[in-house]
């Protein structure tokens, strides 16, 4: 592809994000660090940005194939990717099909337990304020996105589960829940950041087994083994 890279123009916690000669693009470079607990707890998962790069790349090419607009360009290598140049909505949206994590914390609902239906879920992006839930009302009334924005992000949010879902059964793995954030780009609301295991919940269909970031939050060990046997699920090795 016919861009340069310039500037690093952000580090995040798992990836640092470059300008290029193209202001409508960006270059992501996917990191081995690791952190949870807003930033608490961090470490190395050795391969990882490795990982996460590719199975985000399968995954938002598969979720195009299926209509669903997303930021992805082109991989350029193993860790780097061109991205569009979205202004990212400052929400975390949690789609969730078994409860698990802080859903279980908040609800005394034991892991494993399976609601009627996918449950949405609305966070605030700010690492000052630990990511609060919040509901749309909120959104809608300090601005964080329009009516009309929320429409899309909600009804986008459930057709990437409901697809996803179906795909990670189909390699013996249970979807459980997993987090999207959308971005702004000519006046269109498409899907952006990243889909892997850091962001993602996966159990093995049959013996329940953690397949992601969990195994790190959790001090389980087998936690690089983990992302490499969803990867071998995929397909992608
Ligand atoms: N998640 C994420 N980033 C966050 C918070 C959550 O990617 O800042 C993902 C997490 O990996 C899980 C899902 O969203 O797949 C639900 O997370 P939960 O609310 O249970 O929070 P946690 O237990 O991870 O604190």
């Known amino acids: 592809m016919d861009i340069e890279q310039k500037e690093q123009l952000y580090e995040g916690k798992a990836k640092k994000?470059?300008?290029?000669?193209?202001?409508?693009?960006?270059?992501?470079?996917?990191?081995?660090?690791?952190?949870?607990?807003?930033?608490?707890?961090?470490g190395t998962i050795v391969g990882k940005g490795v990982i996460n790069n590719r199975m985000t790349n399968y995954i938002m090419q598969m979720l195009e194939k299926e209509g669903v607009e997303t930021h992805y360009v082109e991989e350029l290598s193993d860790r780097r990717t061109v991205v569009k140049n979205v202004k990212i909505v400052p929400l975390e949206v949690i789609m969730r099909n078994v409860v698990a994590g802080s859903l279980s914390k908040r609800t005394g609902l034991p892991e494993g337990e399976i609601p009627s239906m996918p449950i949405?879920?609305?966070?605030?992006?700010?690492d000052e304020l630990g990511d609060p839930m919040i509901n749309s009302d909120h959104a809608l009334a300090f601005g964080w996105a329009t009516a009309d924005e929320l429409a899309v992000i909600e009804k986008t949010a459930r057709k990437v589960n409901d697809i996803l879902k179906k795909f990670?059964?189909?390699?013996?793995?249970?979807?459980?829940?997993?987090?999207?954030?959308?971005?702004?780009?000519?006046g269109k609301i498409i899907l952006?950041?990243?889909?892997?295991?850091?962001?993602?919940?996966?159990?093995?269909?049959?013996?329940?087994?953690k397949l992601d970031k969990d195994r790190f939050r959790r001090d389980m060990g087998g936690v690089e083994g983990a992302y490499h046997e969803m990867m071998r699920r995929i397909g992608l090795k």
């Open 192 to 209: 952006a950041d990243e889909i892997s295991p850091d962001t993602c919940r996966f159990w093995d269909s049959k013996t329940k087994e």
């Open 120 to 126: 949405l879920e609305l966070y605030y992006k700010s």
């Open 17 to 42: 994000v470059f300008a290029t000669s193209d202001p409508d693009l960006l270059i992501v470079d996917y990191k081995d660090d690791a952190t949870a607990f807003n930033g608490v707890k961090r």
């Open 168 to 186: 990670f059964a189909g390699v013996g793995v249970d979807l459980v829940d997993f987090k999207i954030e959308f971005g702004r780009y000519h």
